[in-house]
């Protein structure tokens, strides 16, 4: 009988990201209606890729050499907007799935873990498709522009500790997404086109929100466990002094502000989580400056 750790790996291994956004949705479908009803054999440690598999047909560069994007006036420059998100969303495919096969049973996560990441890979996937489509309806397609896999980078940084997992890759990589969509959003629609903007703000968006929320409460979780409490713990303090200590570790600089406080919130994500990690103490003066 296959369990989800097996199916999760299914989808880790295939390389087509069209196949593999539909692999994932069908697996999602099967564990949320219970066809999958085993997380993991609890005999079996299974290996999990480095990398996941991926078609050579998107052209990788470093991400300082990335061209600009753009302001969203010419079709040229919503393409390359277009194509940047769909790349993201393909790598947060391989991302949910990974942290269900590499940390699920290693860390003895429990059930309700495993349902809210396939969650957020279907929402993924669906994010991929759509935006893969609205390109080709802009009359491109995915893999014509170059792009850079540094949210992979972050995951491999964080490949042997789910803490630093949950807090960089689906905390402070999905918060950023979240603040910078607004803008986002607001160049397609100044550029006229409506039906990006759309299909950003009212799919992608809102359920970016409840993927940050997943980061949040599963590091919660993983952390108030360690020190023998529940989520109900009234231990938010330590929590997000945990949360600064892991970032500062595992994350290369300060968080950049300016912050979509409306949506870090709606996500249980306040400002005592990010607001410390946004300034930089000079250490020859008393001041402090916000880094950029």
Same mark, same amino acid.
């Given at each position: 009988?296959?369990?989800?750790?097996?199916?999760?790996?299914?989808?880790?291994?295939?390389?087509?990201?069209?196949?593999?956004?539909?692999?994932?949705?069908?697996?999602?479908?099967? =564990?949320?209606?219970?066809?999958?009803?085993?997380?993991?054999?609890?005999?079996?440690?299974?290996?999990?890729?480095?990398?996941?598999?991926?078609?050579?047909?998107?052209?990788?560069?470093?991400?300082?050499?990335?061209?600009?994007?753009? %302001?969203?006036?010419?079709?040229?420059?919503?393409?390359?907007?277009?194509?940047?998100?769909?790349?993201?969303?393909? =790598?947060?495919?391989?991302?949910?799935?990974?942290?269900?096969?590499?940390?699920?049973?290693?860390?003895?996560?429990?059930?309700?873990?495993?349902?809210?990441?396939?969650?957020?890979?279907?929402?993924?996937?669906?994010?991929?498709?759509?935006?893969?489509?609205?390109?080709?309806?802009?009359?491109?397609?995915?893999?014509?522009?170059?792009?850079?896999?540094?949210? =992979?980078?972050?995951?491999?940084?964080?490949?042997?500790?789910?803490?630093? %997992?949950?807090?960089?890759?689906?905390?402070?990589?999905?918060?950023?997404?979240?603040?910078?969509?607004?803008?986002?959003?607001?160049?397609?629609?100044?550029?006229?086109?409506?039906?990006?903007?759309?299909?950003?703000?009212?799919?992608?968006?809102?359920?970016?929100?409840?993927?940050?929320?997943?980061?949040?409460?599963?590091?919660?979780?993983?952390?108030?466990?360690?020190?023998?409490?529940?989520?109900?713990?009234?231990?938010?303090?330590?929590?997000?002094?945990?949360?600064?200590?892991?970032? %500062?570790?595992?994350?290369?600089?300060?968080?950049?502000?300016?912050?979509?406080?409306?949506?870090?919130?709606?996500?249980?994500?306040?400002?005592?989580?990010?607001?410390?990690?946004?300034?930089?103490?000079?250490?020859?003066?008393?001041?402090?400056?916000?880094?950029?």
């Amino acid at each position: 009988m296959e369990t989800l750790v097996d199916a999760a790996l299914r989808v880790l291994n295939t390389a087509d990201p069209f196949d593999k956004a539909r692999l994932g949705d069908s697996v999602a479908s099967q =564990w949320l209606n219970g066809t999958i009803t085993l997380p993991y054999n609890p005999t079996l440690d299974l290996p999990v890729p480095d990398r996941p598999a991926r078609l050579t047909q998107v052209k990788l560069v470093k991400p300082g050499q990335m061209p600009k994007l753009g %302001r969203g006036g010419s079709l040229q420059s919503r393409q390359a907007m277009v194509h940047s998100l769909a790349h993201t969303e393909s =790598w947060a495919i391989d991302l949910s799935w990974d942290i269900i096969a590499r940390f699920g049973k290693q860390e003895a996560m429990p059930v309700e873990f495993f349902t809210d990441f396939v969650k957020v890979a279907q929402d993924e996937g669906r994010h991929f498709s759509l935006l893969a489509s609205r390109l080709e309806e802009m009359g491109s397609f995915y893999g014509a522009l170059p792009a850079h896999d540094g949210l =992979w980078d972050s995951a491999t940084a964080t490949s042997d500790d789910l803490l630093a %997992r949950l807090a960089v890759e689906h905390c402070v990589h999905e918060a950023r997404g979240m603040d910078v969509l607004p803008t986002t959003i607001a160049r397609f629609r100044n550029g006229g086109d409506e039906k990006t903007a759309g299909l950003l703000e009212s799919v992608v968006y809102p359920e970016e929100i409840t993927h940050c929320a997943a980061g949040v409460k599963w590091f919660k979780y993983v952390f108030l466990r360690s020190m023998g409490k529940g989520l109900d713990g009234n231990e938010e303090d330590a929590v997000i002094e945990k949360f600064h200590e892991v970032v %500062r570790k595992h994350f290369r600089g300060p968080l950049k502000p300016p912050f979509n406080e409306e949506a870090r919130k709606a996500a249980g994500f306040g400002p005592q989580w990010y607001e410390p990690l946004a300034v930089k103490e000079s250490k020859t003066t008393t001041t402090t400056t916000i880094a950029f």
